[in-house]
């Protein structure tokens, strides 16, 4: 789509350009940044009236058919007991006919009384006659019903490699792929549709550019179809999932895909699961089940064949790991193929949870922390009961990262987390809940500061995906994608920062979401 000139006046604009740090005009044309502070007067001229512009907003680990997808299921986001779960989905079960599948997503047991997951009777005897799948707030556990067991035939009592199977109704990890193979498969147009809700959502909220952390073919056909539709708003860095062993060796033989909105040149891996369902590897067993040290998803052999792939292909390996266990297991494998500083710029995914030997190792291979600093604003309240007060201060070291020079990519793993970046940004330079719970921060050691925060969701995470020379910053050349601002986030009280409004979105000079700004 050709994009119209114009000049962007009487505003506050921060570059991020060390030459201009900030300027009060800007302008665009053919989808790039044009000139600063020389407004041409023969384009069109938008009148900012004050309001702050800044790059755009790159979201750099998000799951855009997910969100789409999930917009649609039974939202259990926030729920406070089992019993107003089994309504919801009872309610839902109202609205089908028998064998039909309920899907659901959002649940969290540390919301509930006790904290523990449900036991098997719960949702069996509300709905008998249709199998349940309701997937938990951090995508690594499932709650299944007795009509989920009956049509997949699942044996609860097998053992499963990464995985494990609780009360007879919870999958954690690799347990939940029993069921998934047996879900419906969702044409091709109805992936377009998610995606397109997904992609549109994203630019309401003023994200430019998301890095979707794991794609199926299905969602790379769907996502180009979309682009040469001129239907994708924003932009798409593309991982493809490291289990799509066939198609992984096709982009391996045929190379890295790149077009102007959509690149694909990463793989992503997991190797652990989460803290929210104890899967996430950790060193020491959890705090709250003594028995229970998380666990591993792959081989070493397994990582290691991926891994060989990626470096003799120049493919950029991004890989899941939350836990200390986990993380060490991936730089365990990542140092055997990044020797030294290089820029392979391989990255960890979440990095949630890290010991002082390993920041010390992602800095002597340059590999990038890809984080989301809402997972730690969300998980701070139940975190000590869960590790313990020994192991706390290994939680999202955004700081100590940054102090010894390791790229932070920043993101939010929506539809884990809302995919909103002022949220992410307000966590980062907080790490309080909207409440402004804890005073001055949870392990407030770790706060980044105001541009420290702005900059791992634009140039860091322009940077992670080799983008640097040409998205991040507001320069001249640069590619034109802005997120325009109520408030300048870098400069007022943080309850503020959660109440800035999204004015517009810029993506290659096209205005793609626009709240009165004109």
């Known amino acids: ?20 740090p900030t300027v009060e005009s800007i302008t665009l044309k053919n989808g790039k940044i044009y000139s ?12 900012l009236n004050g309001a702050v512009i800044i790059p755009g907003f790159i979201d750099a680990h998000f799951h855009i058919k997910n969100l789409g997808q999930r917009l649609e299921m039974v939202d259990l986001k926030g729920v406070k007991s089992q019993r107003e779960i089994a309504e919801l989905v009872y309610q839902k079960s109202k609205e089908l006919k028998p064998g039909d599948w309920i899907e659901g997503f959002g649940w969290d047991q540390n919301l509930w009384d006790g904290s523990e997951f449900p036991e098997k009777d719960v949702l069996n005897s509300i709905c008998p006659n249709n199998p349940v799948f309701l997937t938990r ?96 708003p924003i932009k798409c860095y593309g991982m493809i999932g ?63 064949e991926i891994a060989s792939l990626c470096y003799n292909n120049n493919f950029q390996l991004c890989t899941h790991a939350i836990g200390d266990r986990g993380n060490q297991f991936v730089l365990d494998t990542y140092q055997k193929y990044l020797k030294g500083k290089n820029n392979k710029r ?51 070291r955004w700081k100590t990262l940054l102090e010894n020079d390791i790229v932070i990519a920043g993101g939010s793993d929506c539809p884990i987390e809302e995919g909103n970046p002022l949220h992410e940004y307000y966590a980062a330079v907080t790490r309080q809940d909207h409440d402004g719970f804890p005073k001055g921060g949870w392990q407030s050691q770790e706060l980044l500061s ?29 590619e034109a994608d802005l997120t325009i601002l109520s408030d300048d986030i870098t400069n007022i009280s943080p309850d503020k920062i959660l109440k800035t409004q999204i004015i517009a979105t810029v993506v290659n000079g096209n205005i793609v979401h626009n709240n009165n700004l004109y």
């Open 137 to 232: 707030i951090d995508g690594h556990s499932a709650w299944i019903n007795q009509a989920t067991i009956g049509l997949t035939k699942l044996n609860i009592n097998a053992t499963i490699p990464g995985g494990t199977i609780i009360n007879e109704c919870i999958l954690i990890d690799n347990a939940m792929n029993e069921v998934k193979k047996h879900l419906p498969e969702p044409s091709i147009n109805k992936i377009k549709q998610w995606i397109s809700t997904g992609a549109n959502y994203a630019a309401k909220n003023g994200i430019t550019n998301v890095h979707d952390a794991w794609q199926s073919p299905e969602i790379v056909e769907s996502i180009i179809e979309l682009v040469q539709e001129e239907k994708m």
């Open 346 to 396: 391989w990255r960890v995914e979440h990095a949630q949870m890290l010991t002082t030997n390993d920041i010390q190792r992602l800095k002597e291979c340059s590999i990038i922390a890809s984080m989301q600093p809402s997972h730690c604003t969300s998980d701070m309240k139940w975190l000590k009961d869960r590790i313990g007060e020994h192991r706390l201060h290994r939680i999202s």
């Open 450 to 478: 105001r541009m420290e925060a702005l900059k791992i969701f634009t140039t860091g995470a322009a940077f992670a995906e080799f983008s640097e020379n040409f998205r991040g910053i507001i320069d001249i050349g640069y």
């Open 36 to 47: 600063l502070n020389n407004p041409n007067r023969r384009f069109k001229t938008i009148d």
């Open 242 to 304: 490291a289990s799509f062993k066939d198609y992984l060796k096709d982009f391996f033989d045929k190379g890295q895909y790149s077009g102007k909105q959509y690149k694909i040149r990463s793989v992503k891996a997991f190797i652990d699961g989460a803290l929210g369902s104890r899967g996430a590897a950790l060193h020491e067993p959890y705090s709250d089940d003594h028995c229970n040290c998380g666990l591993i998803l792959i081989s070493k052999e397994d990582f290691d």
């Open 1 to 20: 789509m050709k994009s119209e000139p114009i000049n962007f006046v009487n505003g506050k604009i921060i570059t991020l350009n060390g030459s201009f």
